[in-house]
Structures are given as C-alpha cells and as structure tokens.
T-cell receptor, first 111, second 115 residues
Framework: RKEVEQDPGPFNVPEGATVAFNCTYS??????FFWYRQDCRKEPKLLMS???SGNEDGRFTAQLNRASQYISLLIRDSKLSDSATYLC????????????FGTGTRLQVTL | DAGVIQSPRHEVTEMGQEVTLRCKPI?????LFWYRQTMMRGLELLIY????????DSGMPEDRFSAKMPNASFSTLKIQPSEPRDSAVYFC?????????????FGPGTRLTVL
C-alpha cells in the first residue's frame, strides 16, 4: 500500500463549481501535512499547510481528519487558472524534512 | 532573487552513458533535496543534504546513482551507467532549515530521457 494515496482524476469541472479532493495516508505517526500545486511541466509549489483545526486561504479550504487518516482540499468558485495537479504531502516527525508525496489529483476547470 | 537553478533542463542520452545533473540552491538555504518524478511512482525523495553533508540517501535507487555537494551553492546527481528506466524528471529543492515548517522550494527540473 502506498504511504499517501490520491484519486488521480482527472476532475473536470465548470468554472464556478466547487470541487473537493481527498487523500489518505497510512502512517499514523505522520505529523505535518500539506497541499502542493503542480502545473503541467512545472515544478511543485506549496499551496497550503493543513492543520487539525482546518484552515482556509481565500477560495481554498484544507482539513485534516487524524482519526480516519485523511486530508481534504476544497476549492470554491473554481477558476480556469486552478487547472493543475494537486499533490497531497505528509511529513513524519523524526525524519526531519522528509516529505512523502502522493501521485497527485489532476483538476481541469473548463468554461 | 533567483530561485533554485537546475541544469540542463532537458537531457537525452543513450543507455550506458554517464549523466550529470546540476543544482544551485537558493542562497542561504542549508538543506538541499534531490527528487525524481515519474508517472507511475510520483515524486520520490532520493537524497538530502544539510550543510553540504548527505543526511539520508535511502531513496537512492541503486549504486548507479550518486550525489555530491562540494559547497553550499552547488550539488550534482550522477547516474553511471544510465538505463532507460531512469527516464524521469529530476527536481532539486532547497529550504532554509530542516523540519516540516520550512518550505521547500523546487527548481524547474531536468527532464531526462535515456534511449
């Protein structure tokens, strides 16, 4: 079983729609969680960290459910520019700086 | 300010040849990471350095892969001999410190094709 699992998609949604991605992780000792965004043929970039209490950044909301070991990302009012691959990332305490990436969920926002 | 710089951006080589990928981290960053990305396996950490010292190379696939960091502003990842299954995008990243609260900044990647 992969340490971080995501639905590869693609998710095809119209502009203005709300879309949600989930991600599950297998290591219950994982302590830190992130969403990265990767545009086609570009490098990954940090989108946001994920906290147990949930956090919001504009149209983006991230949540963590430790009991079920899953992480979610909600995008409201989708824009064409949101089209990208979203990578779920976990970091385990004691393995400083070692990030484990999911294979990503592809989002395509259309007119 | 310049971000992480990688060269070459694209490399096409034949099986059995030596390949050297280069990375210049962001100035002042103490950590440097090498990743490999493929469609099947996603982004995988190969090795990382702290203050030019390799800390964890458990992700290096086999002895054909080696990495060095001779100084704070330069690192290389070498594959010798290269094989078609090494074809992937190789990313270098750097961060100001260790720990999950230090954002890793990625370079543009080197797209390697081994024929």
């Amino acid at each position: 079983r992969k340490e971080v699992e995501q639905d590869p998609g693609p998710f095809n949604v119209p502009e203005g729609a709300t879309v949600a991605f989930n991600c599950t992780y297998s290591n219950s000792a994982s302590q830190s969680f992130f969403w990265y965004r990767q545009d086609c043929r570009k490098e990954p970039k940090l989108l946001m960290s994920v906290y147990s209490s949930g956090n919001e950044d504009g149209r983006f909301t991230a949540q963590l459910n430790r009991a079920s070991q899953y992480i979610s990302l909600l995008i409201r009012d989708s824009k064409l520019s949101d089209s990208a691959t979203y990578l779920c990332v976990v970091c385990n305490t004691g393995t400083a700086s070692k990030l484990t990436f999911g294979t990503g969920t592809r989002l395509q926002v259309t007119l | 300010d310049a971000g992480v710089i990688q060269s070459p951006r694209h490399e096409v080589t034949e099986m059995g040849q030596e390949v050297t990928l280069r990375c210049k981290p962001i100035s002042g960053h103490d950590y440097l990471f090498w990743y490999r990305q493929t469609m099947m396996r996603g982004l995988e950490l190969l090795i990382y350095f702290n203050n030019n010292v390799p800390i964890d190379d458990s992700g290096m696939p086999e002895d054909r892969f080696s990495a060095k960091m001779p100084n704070a502003s330069f690192s290389t990842l070498k594959i010798q001999p290269s094989e078609p299954r090494d074809s992937a995008v190789y990313f270098c990243a750097s961060s100001l410190g260790g720990g999950a609260d230090n954002e890793q900044f990625f370079g543009p990647g080197t797209r390697l094709t081994v024929l």
